[in-house]
């Protein structure tokens, strides 16, 4: 049973993340459009092997976030195949659409019924926001930071999620977000190793392909948020914070130039993992009380 959960959990999305990456490189040319497709049909094929089929017409919010994630995947991925600059106004008003939409089309009972929740929801929809628009959007000064920080900064929301849902009672959305957290894992280890090999752009989610990537995994916490019985409220709002960490990195220009080449990536890693770690530790310490 362990080794079981283990493989679907963790060993089948890793490989995902490993063959989408794979996928960018042999056809590097099209790397923004097969991102924005085949991420977030690689959530989709996560909630099938730990959830199955959804019901058609869906009934449960469960059974209604793969279909949003497939109908999501089309449309991120007609976006990418314009290969235009994304300005921020835009990419601020298509996370903020795509956000919302989900968010609303899941929970809109609970969004309701519980104010709470409302305002926990709200937060994390502002701060994603807020930080997934600029750090995915064109700069024209070509003035970036560590190209790396938003891909890390999506594998510390994914395991704060994970983690958030698990001490929240809500077990299923638990091994969804770690299997988030090993899809990211699997394609920043292929990138990294091309990046060590010379190519300096490998770790860049820029573009539609950021903006994909960073919704599915926002809508994730989304759906912890709306859900998970006891999940602490404070613990959701920092699960996101690696987004504006990752936002600050890329739009203030910080570029850890002092470190050898090799640890940058890793210093995006920690500075973005911060208020995820601390996201966790709010929600173990009031699991234990």
Known sequence: MMQQLLVTTVGVPFLLGVFVALASVVLPARRGLIIALLVPLAAVVIHLMLEGMPALPPVAAKQKLPIILF??????????????????????????????????????????????????????????????????????????GEQSALATALLGVSIASALSAAFGAFVG????????????????????IRYLMGDEDSLALRGFEGLAFACVVAVHLIMTALFAPKAAPAAIVCAVLPLAVAAIILVSGVTFHRLPRFLRPVAAGLATAVPAAIAIAIAAVLFQG
């Open 71 to 144: 109908f999501g995947a089309g449309i991120f991925a007609i976006l990418a195949l314009l290969r235009r600059p994304l300005p921020v106004a835009v990419s601020t008003v298509l996370a903020a659409i795509a956000l919302t939409l989900s968010g609303w089309l899941l929970g809109k009972n609970v969004l309701l019924a519980n104010p709470t929740k409302s305002v926990v929801v709200l937060a994390v929809l502002l701060v994603a926001t807020a930080a997934i628009a600029p750090a995915v959007a064109t700069r024209p000064s070509g003035r970036r």
């Open 173 to 192: 959305m638990a091994q969804i977000n770690g299997a988030l957290a090993a899809l990211t894992g699997g394609w920043l280890l292929v990138n990294y």
